[in-house]
C-alpha cells in the first residue's frame, strides 16, 4: 500500500497570508506513459462531504478559487493557499489513486492564527 | 446536476448487518467507478470499497470479507452491504464518484454521508 503522509499536522495562518502543506507519498505517484501524477487534494469541512480542490496534482477543479493552487511530482506535493480567507478554515487531505487501496493523508487542520 | 444520496446508516450491535444505500442523480453509476469512503468519529478519510464501470470490485483489508459492494443499474444506486459489523466500523460513511472519464479516479462529487454506529 502506498502511504500519504502530511505535513504538519496543523497549521494556523494569518489572514491573507500563504499556508503551505505538504503531502509525500511513499512510492511514486507519476506513471511516466501518461507523464501524470495521481494525486489529488480535498477540503474537510465538519458536517460537509470533502470537496475536490486539485487533481492531477496541479489542475485546479471548476469553481474553486484561484489562490489554491498545487504542485509537485513523484513523492512530493504541495498545496498552496496563496492568502488565507476566513473559509479556509478545514482540514484538508491528500489523496493517491494510482493504486489500490486508494489512500489518503491523514489530514492537515488550517485555522487562522 | 450530479447527486449522490446515501440512506441505510443507523445503530447496530456488534455482529450485526446493515446495507447501505446511494441514490445517483444526473449521471449514470454503471459509467463511472464508484466508491465508499468512511470518516471515523475524529479521525480521517479512509478508502473502503471501489466498484469499476465494468464490475470488479476491490476493498480495503479492513472490511474484505465482510463488506460488499454492489449496485442495481436499473434503479441508478449504488449498495454497501455490511456484516459482522464492528465498532471500529462506526463511521461516517460517504459514497463518492471517480471521474473515470479522463482515466482517473479522484473523487468529483461526494453524497452528504450516512452515520453508521456499532455498539451494543
Known amino acids: 500500500d502506498i502511504v500519504m503522509t502530511q505535513s504538519p499536522d496543523s497549521l494556523a495562518v494569518s489572514l491573507g497570508e500563504r499556508a503551505t502543506i505538504n503531502c509525500k507519498s511513499s512510492?511514486?505517484?507519476?506513471?511516466?506513459?501518461?507523464?501524470?501524477?495521481?494525486l489529488a487534494w480535498y477540503q474537510k469541512k465538519p458536517g460537509q462531504p470533502p470537496k475536490l480542490l486539485i487533481y492531477?496534482?496541479?489542475t485546479r477543479e471548476s469553481g474553486v478559487p484561484d489562490r489554491f493552487s498545487g504542485s509537485g511530482s513523484g513523492t512530493d506535493f504541495t498545496l498552496t493557499i496563496s492568502s488565507l480567507q476566513a473559509e479556509d478554515v478545514a482540514v484538508y487531505y491528500c489523496?493517491?489513486?494510482?493504486?489500490?487501496?486508494?489512500?489518503f493523508g491523514q489530514g492537515t487542520k488550517l485555522e487562522i492564527k | 446536476e450530479v447527486h449522490l444520496v446515501e440512506t441505510g446508516g443507523g445503530l447496530v450491535q456488534p455482529g450485526g448487518s446493515l446495507r447501505l444505500s446511494c441514490a445517483a442523480s444526473g449521471f449514470t453509476v454503471s459509467n463511472y467507478y464508484m466508491s465508499w469512503v468512511r470518516q471515523a468519529p475524529g479521525k480521517g478519510l479512509e478508502w473502503v470499497s471501489v466498484?469499476?464501470?465494468?464490475?470488479?470490485?476491490y476493498y480495503a483489508d479492513s472490511v474484505k470479507g465482510r463488506f460488499t459492494i454492489s449496485r442495481d443499474i436499473s434503479k441508478n444506486t449504488l449498495y454497501f452491504q455490511m456484516n459482522s459489523l464492528r465498532a471500529e466500523d462506526t463511521a461516517v460513511y460517504y459514497c463518492a464518484r471517480g471521474r473515470t472519464l479522463d482515466g482517473g479516479d479522484y473523487f468529483d462529487y461526494w453524497g452528504q454521508g450516512t452515520l453508521v454506529t456499532v455498539s451494543s
Open positions: 512510492q511514486s505517484v507519476l506513471y511516466s506513459y501518461n507523464s501524470k501524477n495521481y
Open positions: 466498484m469499476y464501470s465494468g464490475g470488479s470490485t
Open positions: 489523496q493517491q489513486y494510482s493504486t489500490i487501496p486508494r489512500t
Open positions: 492531477w496534482a496541479s
